[in-house]
């Protein structure tokens, strides 16, 4: 199993980070603008792309602290993987620990992914800081994947 | 062992995404304004940042293939690790596999390397195709550690 790391730091109230990543107001301001579903613990949120898109199953929340989903559906490579945003505090910086975990093989499209996921976390760090993200279709393109 | 992983494309032929990964001139205008050494294999580059440096002995370069670096002096958790750069050709871009491999364990300041490393890999891409890249010392800033 290997996973995706990042890390970035917000400065902004832990508050105002957790909401971007449980309502789809949030998340469809920095990540896809096609977003619905429930952010809150058993619901499922669906995430929708040009390519493609993936289904989000809340695992779990904790305001300010913790939001933990795992891919239902989408590509093979994310099915069953999870996806963690754990919150805290330093330094004035909301600091968020993103992990996304459990590939099987570090494939190709998993170097591609961990590139999309910088872009995404400086997108979610820009709209928290400033009131505007680059979500989908407007985000950043890294290569031919896009 | 854990990697960090990229992915990028390049729209400019690969001999370009080369020299910017070989030659001072060209490292210097995307990862850090301070760069000195020597690129060819044997030889050792010096980077250094406002928080410390890192020096990488080159272990292996083929002319649009391949750039593999050693970390041989730098934070303990960098040293010993390698730095590699694949080169190779599809849709019209030069893709830039990259992996910094065999770090003992996934620490904090793993996750922050490797957003930084999105960002600088975004900044070779920006260099290569525009002109102009975003070295330290006016890089991306991601968060409290820069």
């Keep these: 199993m290997v996973d995706i790391l990042h890390r970035i730091g917000v400065t902004s109230p832990p508050e105002d980070v957790y909401a971007a ?4 107001d949030g998340l469809a301001s920095w ?4 977003t619905e579903g429930d952010g809150d613990v058993g619901g499922v949120l669906r995430f929708r792309f040009e390519a493609g898109g993936f ?7 904790r305001p300010g602290e913790l939001v933990l989903w ?6 093979d490579e994310w099915i069953g993987t999870r996806v963690r945003f754990e919150l805290s505090r330093e330094d004035g910086f909301t600091i968020v620990l993103f992990r996304h975990e459990g590939w099987k093989e570090p494939v190709e499209f998993m170097h591609h992914c961990s590139t999309k996921w910088a872009t ?3 997108s979610l760090k820009n709209l928290v800081e400033t009131g505007k993200g680059a979500p989908a279709p407007n985000d950043v393109k890294i ?3 896009n």
């Design 143 to 145: 290569d031919n994947w």
């Design 21 to 24: 990543l449980t309502t789809v």
């Design 31 to 34: 990540w896809t603008e096609e």
């Design 120 to 122: 995404f976390l400086m």
């Design 70 to 75: 795992e891919v239902i559906d989408g590509p």
């Design 55 to 61: 289904d989000m199953k809340v695992l779990d929340v």
